[in-house]
């Protein structure tokens, strides 16, 4: 993953092609319409083969990222000193040499990994599908390659598979389960993509020999046959595949041979991150929830709970509950999915904090999942917040977003759910409602609750005081 503002500070100037083209705020991937070389499946297909296709990522609407990988060794320390950026990206934060950081797999035995854990607390927090690092930008595989050795099973004391066991106890579980790969970047794969640093070559921005070579050997010998392999090797799996920062060396030609690949598979998803200007299914933005989502597209919203990917020993600013709840309810009112991330530790091991926040996640979704899962955008829109009229965004240039965190609201064909964040006393008063209203009550408690509907405006006769202090749900069944 890339986070542009610490991207900056570390002195990412030259390389602002690979920076952007993650979906930060601010930054668009460019996916204008061309005449692909290969078309890929979205080229092709009719509406009705793509919302089939689709359908059961539309329902989920909340998913589990994990990076996880040799970064969580040095966990944001590298010969004595804390590391600024993202946990992951410390080898090319901190120019590592590329046998010191090699020699890391020698000390990788986590042990303390378990694959029914982890699908247990994704499934216990209510998310319906995992998306795991089985190849970050460092180039090792966290999976049983034949392609490179460079990976957990070959190079490490461990000598076990994680994804397969992950995929295991995702059948067993009822989880889907996809793989991210970073297709472009690799900094330990000669001719592999990396980041511009101080001190990196200015052409390549590599800052040790044995990272220079062809990008297309690179492409041809290692990314593709490990794709290959991650879409061959786990039966049903992956049913996502999540790529990441394409740059300039991913032209559509380039492109165009993964999706080769990728076309043998027709009811896989795939992001909007592959390069060569494919458009994928899903837009991606990373770290923000966009204003008002991205009408007519596919999303996913991807966040840290804290403020780092891969896993960092100091890093403690995690997000409350309530902040991680509410994300998930604003998302699916605009129509995405939330993709929140965990970062487990070099034993395999989840933070606790991280564990302790998606099992308070889960308690809520428990009891309002209906008003999450399987939604469509709100009938309203305003409850969200306004774009200001004198301050601007400095990432975007644009006027800034103002959100309000009053109340959102998500819809199915008869129902009509609004989520309260703020407690408005012993009426909720709705503008505009376009359904006839036919019925109320609370989500919580099934109780229902006296309405009067006059003209446009409802009006819904509440208790004195919240039911849930985090949001509390109202459903309005319509016709």
Not at 17 to 43: F, M, W, Y
Not at 51 to 67: C, K, L, N, P, S
Not at 251 to 278: D, F, Q
Not at 374 to 386: C, K, V
Request: a neutral charge.
């Amino acid at each position: 993953m890339m986070r542009w503002k610490s991207m900056v500070a570390a002195g990412c100037v030259a390389a602002v092609s690979v920076c952007a083209q993650a979906q930060l705020e601010g930054s668009r991937i460019d996916t204008a319409t061309v005449n692909h070389p290969v078309k890929a499946i979205q080229d092709t297909e009719t509406p009705a083969q793509r919302d089939a296709r689709m359908a059961w990522w539309r329902e989920a609407r909340f998913g589990m990222f994990i990076h996880w990988g040799l970064y969580s060794i040095p966990a944001g320390t590298w010969d004595g000193k804390q590391i600024p950026g993202i946990g992951e990206w410390i080898m090319n934060n901190a120019s590592i040499p590329v046998a010191d950081y090699k020699a890391l797999a020698s000390q990788f035995n986590p042990t303390g990994f378990n694959a029914h854990d982890i699908v247990a607390l994704a499934k216990a927090a209510g998310m319906k599908y995992i998306v795991i690092t089985s190849k970050h930008h460092d180039g090792f595989a966290m999976f049983d390659s034949k392609a490179d050795p460079f990976n957990i099973v070959a190079a490490t004391p461990f000598h076990r598979d994680p994804l397969k066991e992950l995929a295991e106890e995702c059948r067993k579980q009822g989880v889907k389960l996809g793989f991210y790969y970073s297709q472009s970047q690799d900094w330990t794969a000669p001719g592999g993509g990396a980041a511009m640093r101080p001190g990196h070559d200015p052409k390549t921005h590599h800052w040790d020999k044995a990272q220079d070579g062809s990008f297309d050997e690179y492409l041809h010998k290692k990314a593709i046959p490990q794709l290959t392999e991650l879409l061959t090797n786990y039966k049903q799996y992956p049913v996502v595949v999540w790529f990441d920062t394409p740059g300039d060396a991913m032209t559509p030609e380039r492109s165009a041979e993964i999706v080769k690949l990728l076309n043998k598979y027709p009811n896989l998803i795939w992001n909007n991150r592959l390069g060569g200007k494919y458009q994928g299914d899903t837009e991606t933005p990373e770290q923000f929830i966009p204003p008002q989502g991205y009408p007519g597209r596919d999303w996913e919203s991807c966040m840290t709970m804290n403020d780092t990917w891969g896993y960092k020993s100091y890093d403690n600013n995690f997000k409350s509950t309530e902040t991680l709840v509410r994300n998930l309810i604003d998302i699916a009112s605009k129509g995405g999915n939330y993709l929140l991330n965990i970062g487990p530790d070099s034993h395999g091991v989840v933070p606790p904090a991280e564990v302790e926040r998606l099992q308070q996640v889960g308690k809520w979704m428990s009891v309002n999942g209906e008003a999450i899962y399987g939604t469509s955008p709100t009938l309203f829109g305003p409850e969200a917040g306004s774009f200001s009229k004198t301050e601007i965004n400095e990432k975007t240039k644009q006027p800034k977003w103002i959100p309000s965190w009053e109340w959102r609201s998500t819809t199915k064909a008869d129902k009509v759910y609004v989520e309260i964040f703020k407690w408005p006393g012993t009426t909720l008063h709705l503008d505009k409602m376009p359904r006839k209203v036919t019925g109320a009550y609370l989500l919580a408690t099934k109780k229902p609750l006296t309405f009067k509907q006059n003209g446009d405006g409802v009006d819904v006769t509440l208790p004195a005081n919240a039911i849930d202090p985090i949001a509390s749900v109202v459903v309005l069944k319509t016709k």
